[in-house]
């Protein structure tokens, strides 16, 4: 079994959707596929439901009738045959329905994450329905049956084995299965979801689950790029990345993965290609368990990030301070990326500011607080970074620049540094040219 994962471009319209299906139709091995909402759709979910919590019932109203015309004019131009056609319109009514109902009822989470993972399920409708119009026999599974993840850090791929076991057991046999991406049930049992661009992780947590051969994510570039390509030109596409240096990079921000990818598959050393929809002659990105040599691989950057700095005249690192700061961040469930310290002062940053007053309530017994909001931490990822003399050339960017924080050396495979979010651009694009332009490529130094 092979899992293929469809991003939002990639599903993003009638042409594109015949893409998939002839991707999805080559080969033969069966084939799991996880699927994304229309590219456009999910952020037209998210404003139905700011259109709730504000009472707008004009613009949830609005947004649902262009939505169904989006979804029906995909549905006419795919599926020639007339009730197919109508089945899935039906479908698409009956979900638009049951959104209207939803915007209804008291509002809660659970309220939140049915209307934002309803794209998926009109996608996966229509293609499903698209594929047998066209001969291709598939069995289309809701997602919410099978994808209980009850810790979103840490998924039990067992239980979603277990699950998807018991949906697909009765089923007669087919080689294409289909799903949606992004929904899951949680630890209650309720609808919610693997947060924004979670398609990618489910597609993971069910190549783990069903211990597949691999899994491919199929989306619009080619492969995973050296740089971010929406800030930077002349970025390139990466052939293999380890676990490790995939994981460093989505988790500091590379768009093309949601942060949490790669985790489910490194202990069952399933392979992951990034693939591209348009061009899927070209070879991407493979991620793999393989050590994929050492230095510099690529840069990456995370936005919405803020550095603490507690500043003190006391002995600041006397035995056991760190560990009183630390815990504070702990009872507040607030991850540190990065820190640095000095004999007076601490700085570290969060990426998460919803316990942020409470933190600076209980830590401002030790000093003088300073909080900078805003800000990106850049890493520079491979293996085996630290050690490559091309990567020291960060140490240039001081000349002009201002630079926040470096971490260097906390990881051989990463070095990070923060800066402030308006200097991000400028700041990828500097260091591009120093270690990737001025710097061949691939020469470890
Ligand atoms: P999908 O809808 O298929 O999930 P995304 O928009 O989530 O696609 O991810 C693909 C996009 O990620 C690319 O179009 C590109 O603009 C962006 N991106 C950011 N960093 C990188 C990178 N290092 N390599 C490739 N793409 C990147
Ligand atoms: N459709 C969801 C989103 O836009 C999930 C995904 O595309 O991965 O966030
Ligand atoms: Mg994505």
Redesign the pocket.
């Known amino acids: 079994m092979k899992v293929l994962k ?5 599903v993003g319209s009638v042409a594109s959707i015949k893409n998939v299906k002839t991707i999805c139709c080559s080969g033969p091995e069966k084939k799991l596929l996880v699927l ?1 909402a229309m ?1 456009g759709v999910t952020n037209q979910l998210v404003s139905i439901t700011e259109s709730i919590k504000s009472g707008d019932v004009a613009g949830v109203a609005k947004v649902i009738d262009v939505l169904e015309t989006k979804h029906f004019e995909v549905t006419e131009k795919l599926i020639q045959d007339g009730l197919l056609q109508y089945e899935t319109k039906q479908e698409i009514s009956a979900i638009l329905a049951e959104l209207e109902t939803i915007t209804k009822l008291e509002y809660n989470e659970e309220g939140y994450s049915r209307v934002v993972t309803a794209g998926e399920r009109m996608l996966t409708c229509i293609f499903s329905k698209y594929l047998k119009s066209c001969g291709v026999e598939n069995h289309l599974l809701d997602a919410r049956d099978f994808m209980q993840v009850n810790n979103l850090e840490n998924p039990d791929t067992d239980l979603v084995n277990e699950n998807f076991k018991i949906k697909v057991s009765g089923l007669s046999d087919t080689d294409i299965y289909i799903t949606q991406g992004f929904v899951r049930r949680d630890e209650n049992n309720k609808i919610s979801t693997l947060k924004r ?1 979670g ?2 992780y489910t597609a993971t947590i069910l190549g783990a689950a069903l211990n597949a051969e691999e899994v491919q ?5 080619d ?8 800030y930077v030109e002349h ?1 390139h ?1 990466i052939a293999e990345l380890s676990f490790e240096e995939a994981a460093e ?1 989505a988790y500091f921000g ?3 993965l949601h942060p949490q990818t790669v985790s489910p598959v490194i202990h069952k050393n399933i392979p992951v290609y990034l693939k591209n929809t348009f061009t899927p002659h070209l070879p991407g990105t493979r991620i793999s368990g393989q050590s994929t040599g050492k230095g510099l691989k ?1 840069i ?1 950057a995370k936005d919405g990030i803020t550095a603490i700095k507690i500043k003190s005249n006391r002995m600041l690192m006397a035995h056991g301070f760190l560990r009183k700061i630390f815990e504070v961040f702990d009872r507040h469930q607030t991850a540190i990326d990065m820190i640095t310290t000095s004999e007076i002062a601490i700085s570290l940053t969060i990426d998460d500011n919803r316990n942020l007053d409470k933190i600076i309530e209980e830590i401002e017994d030790y000093g003088e607080i300073i909080v900078e909001r805003d800000h990106s931490i850049i890493c520079l990822v491979g293996e085996a970074v630290i050690e490559d003399k091309k990567a020291s050339r960060i140490f240039e960017l001081l000349h002009d620049t201002s630079i926040r924080m470096i971490s260097y050396g906390g990881s051989n495979n990463n070095i990070s540094l923060l800066v402030g979010t308006s200097n991000k651009i400028n700041v990828l694009q500097k260091l591009h040219q120093k270690v990737f332009v001025e710097t061949p490529v691939g020469e470890f130094v």
Not at 217 to 221: C, E, L, Q, V, Y
């Open positions: 469809f991003g939002g471009t990639s994304s590219s661009g398609s990618d994510i199929w989306t619009d570039i492969g995973f790029h050296n740089n971010d390509p929406r970025t596409p990079l590379a768009k093309i690529a990456s």
